[in-house]
C-alpha cells in the first residue's frame, strides 16, 4: 500500500483534500438527491390523495352512486379514478409500504375512512390502462415534445372504502428523476474540480518554495557556496524560513572560511620546524638513532597529512572530472605492484563517471593498503551493482569483530593500540576513505568474508560510487 502513497508534500496534502472534499460533496450530493426524490415521492402522493377526495365527495361520489356498475370518474389531468370489487395489485407486486402510511396519513387528516390503503410502482408496459393513456399521450405529442421525455412508470394507489369497494388512481412517475441525478452527479463534479484546482494553486504557493529549498540545500552541500541563495518566496511562514536558511548558509560558510586558514597556518607552522629538524637529526652520529628519529618525523608528517585532508575533504576546491574508475583503479594497483606488494587486480567494468581523481586515489591506496599491511594482500575488483560502481578490496586476514566495525569508521581508531607506523600510523584511513565515499555521493561499506565453517575468512571493504 505504501507503494501507491504519493511521497511529496504537494501531492500528499493535495490528495488528502481531495479525498476530503469527494467524501463532502458525495454526503451533499446524497442528501439533496433524497430530499428531492422526497419531494417527489410526496407530491405523487398529495396528487392521488387529492383524486381520491376529490372522487369520494361532491358531485363526483353523488354520480357514481347513482351509476348502476361502477364507471370510471373522470379527475384531475391524467388518469381516471376506478371503483372496482378487486383488488388493484398483481399477485407478488411489490407495495411502497411507507408511501401507505404517508397516503393514509393524509385521507386520516380529511375525514375519509378506509379499510386498507396499497402503494406501488408499476411499469407502464405492465399496466393496460396505462399503457394505453401513455400510447395516446405520445400521439398527441403530450410526451416527448420539446426534448421532454416519457415517464416510464406509473404510481398507482388504491384504498378500500367501507363498502367494499376499491377506489384506485394513478399518476405518472416524472421521469426526470434519472436526469435530475445526473445534473447532480455533473454539478459536483464541476464543485469539486473548482475546489481542488484552486487548493491545488494553493498548496503549490506554499510547496513551491519548500522544494526549491530542498535542491539549495542539496546545491549547499556539494558546494559549501553561499552563490544561487534563494530570493524569500511564498506565505510569511516560508519566507521567514529561507531568511533563515541563507543566513545560516553565510554563516557555515564563515566558519568554514576560518577553519581552511587556521588548519593552512597550523599546517605551515608545524611542517616548517619538522622540515628543520629533519635536516637537523643528520648530525646524529648514531645511525640507528638517526633513523629512529626520522621515521618519528616522517610519521608525525603523515599524521598531519591525514588530519588536514579530512578537515578539507568536505570542501574540496577542485571540480569533478569525468574519468574512468577501471583505469584509475588500475593504476593504484599498478603502484602497489611496483613496489613488490601482493596486490592482485580482479575483474573490472568499464565504467565512466565525474570523479575527483587525486582524492579518489587517496581513498584506494588507504584501503588497499591496510588490506596489506593487516591482511597479508589485496584483491581488487570492481562492478557495475544497480545504479552504482562498487570497488572491492579483499584480504585474508583476521577481519574486525563485527561489533568494532562501525568504530573503525571514526577517527584515531585501530584494530590494535599502537600507533606504529611499521602497523597503521593515526588510525585515519578508513575515515578518511569513508569521507572521500561520501564527497562524491558514495558509501564504504565494511563486512566480514566467512568460511563455510562460520569462520571469519577475511574482510571486505566496498566503495561505492553512484553510476
Known sequence: MSRFWPRSLLSQMLLSVAVALLLAQGIGAMLVYRAQAERREAAQIHN?????????????????????????????????????????????????????????????EQDM?????????????????ALARAERRLRNRLFGGEGRPAPEEVLLAGVKLPDGQWLTART?????ERQFLFTLIGQTL?????????????????????????????????????EGQMAPEGPDDVRHLIVAHNAMEARIVALLDE???????????????????????????????????????????RSLDDILSLARVGRPSDPREQAELSALVASVVEEFEDMGQPVELGATERIALPLRSTWLRRALRNLIGNAVRYGGGARVSLSREGRSAAVRIDDDGPGIPDEDIAQMMEPFTRGEPSRNSETGGAGLGLTLARAIADQHGGSLELRNRRAPDGRVAGLTAVLRLPA
Open 259 to 301: 577553519k581552511d586558514v587556521m588548519l593552512g597556518a597550523i599546517g605551515h607552522d608545524l611542517k616548517t620546524p619538522l622540515a628543520a629538524l629533519r635536516v637537523r637529526i643528520e648530525s646524529v652520529e648514531d645511525e640507528t638513532e638517526r633513523e629512529r628519529m626520522a621515521a618519528t618525523i616522517e610519521d608525525i608528517t
Open 48 to 108: 392521488v390523495a387529492f383524486r381520491f377526495l376529490t372522487a369520494t365527495r361532491g358531485e363526483g361520489a353523488r354520480l357514481s352512486r347513482r351509476l348502476a356498475e361502477p364507471r370510471p370518474f373522470e379527475g384531475l389531468r391524467g388518469f381516471r379514478v376506478q371503483y372496482s370489487r378487486s383488488f388493484p395489485l398483481h399477485f407478488g407486486e411489490r407495495r411502497d409500504h411507507h408511501a401507505e402510511e404517508e397516503l393514509g396519513a393524509i385521507l386520516a
Open 190 to 226: 464541476l464543485l469539486y474540480l473548482v475546489l481542488v484546482s484552486v487548493i491545488a494553486l494553493i498548496l503549490r504557493r506554499i510547496t513551491r518554495p519548500l522544494a526549491a529549498l530542498t535542491d539549495r540545500l542539496a546545491r549547499f552541500g556539494e558546494t559549501r557556496s553561499v
Open 113 to 129: 375512512r378506509v379499510m386498507d390503503v396499497v402503494v406501488a410502482r408499476r411499469k407502464i408496459g405492465d399496466d393496460p390502462v
Open 172 to 176: 405518472w412517475v416524472p421521469p426526470g
